[in-house]
């Protein structure tokens, strides 16, 4: 029979082992997973997406203690496409290009998306024009040209579709001409120096949008190259409030691993603020959770877009 002496160095002996272990079990994913992959959506031109995204693969691999290398896509289905291989382990989705992903039977775990500084946790898409323009209304727009962002962009496809067929004015008749412009920028782009009369685009709030950061950095200038402000833009359509697209996971990552990427991504702002500022320019607050369930609105919405095109 043990004396209480004995008990006492037995107990701690147990814990230190049951310590050891449990820390052993939590660390055990980095053994198959000693690399990974983060995937982003390119909103912007390709060095504009590293400068924003590059430094929360630097905290990530920080906070995980394995490198996690930063991959910017060419396109949204290109983002889709890593997951399903398993070449990307997490990733940053617009609401349509998560909703598609799912849809197209890749098992993801949405984790978290960001609170917004006017305490939103979403946004809108909006048609622009120019203000030096006559197009006061999308009516205006009949016969014209409208530049969108990508197949599998929210805001720049999927949603002025949605939002306009339900207002009577179908993008594929309405319009004379729609092109995708492969980016959010471009898409701005392409209405700033003339080449559209009109563009997709998403918006937060009267200060934060992809076209005042665009202002911001100093890379929205029209055909002659003169720098452009947002006073120059006009907004004739505005959509209904949309979900931010995730940061997502794949599902079959350890539990552990995964609860570890989520909290990383719950801490940033508070370790590593100024790589979090970047992600918005600083206009973000926190990075809150979520859930499937709150998706299922644009997975109808991409389903209604698909029906459309088919009849």
Known sequence: MLDRRSFVVAAVAAATLAGTASAAFAEGWKDQYPELSLAVIPAENASTTTDRYGPLADYLSKELGVKVTLRVANDYAAVIEAQRAGNAQIAMYGP??????????????????????????????????????????????????????????????????????????????????????????????????????????????????????????GVLKDAAGNPMKKEDF?????????????????????????????????????????????????????FVGIDRAAFDPIIEMVKFNDAARKS
Not at 111 to 139: C, Q, W
Not at 257 to 274: E, G, T, V, W
Not at 275 to 285: H, I, R, T
Request: aromatic content about 10%.
């Open 96 to 217: 349509a290009s998560y909703a598609r992903a799912v849809m197209t039977g890749v098992e993801l775990d949405p984790l978290v998306v960001p609170r917004h500084s006017n305490g939103m946790t979403g946004y809108f898409s909006v048609v622009y024009v120019r203000a030096d323009s006559a197009y006061k209304t999308i009516e205006d727009l009949r016969g014209k040209t409208l530049a969108l962002v990508d197949p599998n962009s929210t805001s720049g496809n999927n949603a002025p579709r949605f939002f306009l067929d339900r207002a009577g004015y179908s993008v594929d008749t309405f319009f004379g001409k729609s092109f995708f412009a492969g980016s959010h920028d471009n898409a701005v782009l392409a209405l700033a120096q003339g080449t559209a009369d009109a563009a997709a685009n998403s918006w937060n709030s009267e200060d934060d949008s992809n076209l005042t950061r665009m202002i911001t950095k």
């Open 234 to 286: 006009r907004i004739v359509f505005k959509s209904d409030f949309l979900p931010e697209g995730p940061f997502s996971v794949l599902s079959a990552l350890p539990e552990d691993l995964k609860a570890q990427i989520k909290q990383a991504f719950l801490d940033m702002p508070s370790k590593d603020p100024k790589g979090y500022a970047a992600l918005s320019d600083g206009k973000d607050k926190e």
